[in-house]
């Protein structure tokens, strides 16, 4: 398995507060990708990035935020939490290429829980 | 805009059974068509990478066919067992190649 881990794995604050989710991997694959997973919706590409300080937004960025200031840490950040923003964080990493025979690598997830 | 639906999103099946699972894909310009296991509480697992260059893969008791014309991808499972019982995701890459785009699963649930 890929080096993958995710912190914190469990989570539970309060709407209006600040969180910070943690990905760090140990592979050197140049993407790392947050998405969130809720019922009926799937897997939902938030933010991903393809190199140390290059970001981009994905299908569900309002209202988070991402850096990625070293190979190896991806941080997404939740500016004000909401209610809505209950769900489940998983990271990914990867490199994407033409040939498509590169696949993603996904993290174990964090469980958040705004109150 | 590449989107991602599968169907069925639930399957019961008694052990010992062939399955098939159903994908399709809008924008048939992909590199690759991949599936995803994912089990109760836990990330996924890759199972199968189709390239575009491709029409099947195989691995174990597990195939995955993908017809790029037809937008569409199916992942057959052959004799399948308790153990088989999960979540099976498909992916195909967003229209530049950068990320995927998810179906929202089939859960399978094998009875013994």
């Known amino acids: 398995d890929a080096g993958i881990t995710q912190s914190p794995r469990h989570k539970v604050t309060e709407t209006g507060t600040p969180v910070t989710l943690r990905c760090h991997q140990t592979e050197n694959h140049r993407y790392m990708y947050w998405y969130r997973q809720d019922p009926g919706h799937g897997l939902r590409l938030i933010h991903y990035?393809?190199?140390?300080?290059?970001?981009d937004k994905g299908e569900v960025s309002d209202g988070y935020s991402v850096s990625r200031s070293k190979t190896e840490d991806f941080l997404l950040t939740l500016e004000s939490a909401t209610s809505s923003q209950t769900s489940v964080y998983f990271c990914a990493t990867g490199n994407p290429s033409t040939s498509g025979a590169e696949t993603q690598y996904f993290g174990p997830g964090t469980r958040l829980l705004v109150l | 805009k590449q989107e991602v639906t599968q169907i069925p999103a639930a399957l019961s099946v008694p052990e010992g059974e062939n399955l098939v699972l159903n994908c399709s894909f809008t924008d048939s310009a992909i590199y690759n068509l991949q599936w995803f296991r994912q089990d109760p509480g836990k990330g996924l697992t890759s199972l199968l990478l189709?390239?575009?260059?491709?029409r099947e893969q195989t691995s174990g008791r597990l195939n995955a066919s993908l017809d790029k014309s037809s937008g569409r991808s199916t992942l057959y499972i052959a004799a399948s067992q308790p153990g088989d019982s999960a979540t099976y995701l498909c992916?195909?890459?967003?229209?530049?190649?950068?990320?995927?785009?998810f179906g929202k699963g089939t859960t399978l649930s094998v009875s013994s």
């Open positions: 992916a195909a890459p967003n229209q530049a190649g950068t990320a995927l785009i």
């Open positions: 990035s393809y190199g140390v300080k290059d970001t």
């Open positions: 189709i390239q575009s260059s491709q």
